[in-house]
């Protein structure tokens, strides 16, 4: 089949990989979430009898954290990509690389160096080279490294990695090296890590219900405990100094970059969980200074922290029996169009306009539930439990043709401007060139 002969509804997979019986199927790959879910629960309850402190919050707490002396981190959506991308990859089948017999759960790319980094449930971390589409190095050890599932990682800019997992350690990987640093501070599992570009600090969310700022310059330690939250922290969104996180009670709360007090609290705003956060990309006006966050009650909800105010509340992600949940969200900037993207429990990924009262202007059928999603150059990347990875024209609001790059759950999605990384249940990478 030529390249340019791509049915929009039609889903490629390896030819390499047909026939066969699948070790991660879509059919079981939400009772291996469920399963995930209900380990992070049974780690918490046992931790319930444990002392949990906070440590001192230092004043000015974030202005501490010391930067990498390399330069900023990639940016992480491309805004522009290959024309290539409109017709389908250059192959099909990609490059694949069997990097464990375990599901992936996680990843971060670092496109400086050409890398891709993939957390597993086998409790290691797998970097993939990103040009070659082949495993490059295992961070495992029998002194460094995770004890439990990798939940979540994140690259710095001089290319270091910083890793959290179910065993309530996180790890600092120096660059080129096997034998990690343990960051030690949290009394519970790891739900997020991420990176903040204007500090040079590395914040981190955990079922101990704290979010923690962590130097990570010459000498890596914690500098700020915010306590506030009632249950488990499972969402984080941060950008530029700015930092929101999100519970399991539904609880989000906005906290203040200098001081680490909380300064807007935001009770039961979603009914479950909070499911997704994040903020407007700063160069698009129409979402500048706003935050996003998303429930297990299929709500998306539009916030202005400048004047407390909830702009939107948009019942999106909502089944036939009124179940549902906004798995990820993107806010503006080139890489979407400017607009907002979601994804849902209910199998569709939405297209919002924010300079349109945030009125939906697309909604599109997947062909499973959706485990993750990106966004480069105008299209929407996501990612299905059936392990296909649709590829969606987000001005048009049409798929312009699906992928089929995993057998189960495709867990992360990694693009740059001539390529994607994806990796999933099936525990292999797949590299798709443009």
Avoid at 74 to 87: D, H, I, R
Avoid at 160 to 173: F, N, T, Y
Avoid at 412 to 428: F, K, P, Q, Y
Wanted: glycine letters at 12%; hydrophobic letters at 35%; charged letters at 20%.
């Amino acid at each position: 089949m030529k390249k340019t002969d791509y049915n929009p509804l039609d889903v490629f997979h390896p030819s390499s990989r047909k026939g066969g019986p699948r070790n991660h199927s879509a059919a079981t790959s939400h009772l291996q979430n469920d399963k995930y879910m209900e380990d992070f629960d049974k780690a918490w309850h046992e931790m319930n009898g444990l002392s949990m402190q906070p440590k001192g919050k230092p004043m000015n707490t974030w202005a501490k954290a010391t930067a990498p002396p390399n330069m900023p981190c990639s940016q992480k959506y491309p805004s522009s990509v290959t024309m290539l991308w409109s017709q389908g990859p250059s192959n099909p089948d990609g490059v694949q690389a069997d990097i464990s017999n375990l599901p992936s759960l996680c990843s971060a790319a670092n496109w400086a160096k050409n890398e891709v980094v993939i957390g597993s449930s086998d409790h290691a971390l797998y970097i993939v080279d990103a040009t070659k589409g082949t495993h490059k190095r295992t961070l495992y050890t029998k002194t460094c490294g995770h004890t439990e599932w990798v939940s979540c990682v994140t690259y710095l800019p001089d290319g270091r990695i910083v890793s959290g997992g179910m065993d309530a350690k996180m790890w600092l990987w120096p660059t080129g090296s096997v034998r990690g640093i343990q960051m030690e501070g949290h009394s519970g599992p790891i739900s997020k890590v991420e990176f903040d570009s204007s500090t040079g600090g590395v914040i981190s969310a955990s079922y101990d219900k704290t979010v923690r700022l962590w130097n990570v310059g010459a000498r890596c330690s914690e500098i700020g405990c915010m306590s506030g939250h009632d249950a488990p922290v499972l969402e984080l969104g941060v950008a530029n100094g700015k930092l929101v996180s999100g519970d399991r009670s539904g609880n989000v709360i906005l906290w203040d970059p200098n001081t680490a007090d909380a300064s807007w609290r935001l009770k039961n705003i979603h009914k479950g969980h909070v499911t997704s956060l994040a903020w407007g990309d700063d160069r698009d006006q129409a979402c500048s200074g706003l935050f996003f966050s998303g429930g297990q009650d299929g709500y998306l909800r539009v916030w202005d922290p400048r004047t407390r105010e909830n702009l939107a509340k948009i019942q999106l992600h909502v089944n036939e029996h009124g179940r549902g949940a906004v798995s990820q969200i993107i806010a503006g900037g080139a890489a979407a169009a400017g607009m907002v993207v979601s994804s849902g429990a209910d199998g569709t990924c939405r297209i919002l306009d924010p300079k349109m009262s945030y009125s939906e202007l697309a909604n599109i059928q997947l062909t499973n539930f959706p485990y993750s999603m990106a966004v480069a150059g105008g299209l929407a990347l996501v990612g299905c439990g059936d392990g296909a990875m649709h590829v969606i024209d987000i001005v048009k609001g049409t798929t312009l043709y699906a992928l089929g790059a995993h057998k189960g759950a495709v867990r992360s999605i990694d693009a740059c401007e001539d390529r994607v990384i994806t990796s999933g249940d099936d525990g292999n990478t797949m590299l798709y060139y443009f």
